[in-house]
């Protein structure tokens, strides 16, 4: 295993190639900071930090046709830009930004590195193939918990292109331009800051399509967020009530969330409406199943049930949907 630090002189920028950036807002001219890394396990790059996009636009998170995948983010030492590259078996990573350097220093955690795959057991067929042809999958930990609760909140009960289109909306309009060299046409923006999501006005949560339930959870948990971003260092149990004082996260929410900032591997996600169905016809053959049977079918991965979920998911035994699509809702009507 190696890693290394250091400064690297800022690219020039061609004028015509510049992201587009809110008027009074400059673009901020950062030495990049590098480090080199080589896990002791085989990883599948896109596989591991997947659960971080939140949609094809996603303007925190992108990837390049060179296999690199581009994250912004906002630290506790303030916005950052993070590259990472696998070639070979090697991690490359750039960052920019005041919080480049804790962005690298935890590049290891963000890649698995406190994930233990070995206390898995497959006891389905199903799950030992797919355990089998996914070598490189490994559960992350950002460390950050606002950044992955407050899209977990605009997914609560709206359609996945609802919510991915808030997400967009509202981050390029009121987060601010990530730091570095990031290819124009990524247009990465890093997410507003707590104070920034308490100010936005009622009628930009509508324009985005968000109703004043989510809208007001998000503001509850804005408000405490140094409260909430503590969670990260909790047990995940802790973790999830932590969180779910605030009125409006529950269950569903504190999952989706710690699964990403905390690598809970036994997190598993209830209220879904399509997993207890893909988990019951993995399983057992049984597109009925609840939340309820949906856990007894997991109860032998106790401890690991997330990762048998993700496993689930990526094997392809998922059941055609018969029932409707949730309906797309219309904010501005109401």
Known sequence: MSSRFAPRPTRTTV??????IPQGVPRRATTARTRT????????????????????????????PDGSAWRASRTPQGPGTLRVALRGTTVEAEAWGPGAEWLLDRLPELLGDADDPAA??????????????????RLLRTGLVLESL?????????TT???YRAWRLLVRKFGEPAPGQAPAQLRLHVMPDP????????????????DDKRASTILRAARVAARLEEAAAMEPLKAQARLELIPGIGPWTSAETIQRSNGAPDAVTVGDLHLPGIVGHALARDRTADDEEMLRLLAPYEGQRHRAARLILLSGSTPARRQPRMPVGNIGAL
């Open 161 to 163: 292109d609802e919510a």
């Open 195 to 210: 104070r920034t999501w308490t100010l936005i006005p009622s009628w930009e949560w509508h324009k985005a399509g968000v």
């Open 15 to 20: 004028r015509g190639g510049e992201t587009a």
């Open 120 to 137: 898995f057991t497959p006891r389905h067929r199903l799950l030992a193939v797919t355990e089998h042809r996914r070598p490189g999958l």
């Open 37 to 64: 890394w080589t896990p002791p396990y085989p990883l599948n790059l896109g596989l591991t930090v997947g659960p971080l996009r939140r949609g094809p636009a996603d303007p925190t998170f992108r990837t390049t």
């Open 150 to 158: 407050i899209p977990s909140i605009l997914e609560q009960k709206v």
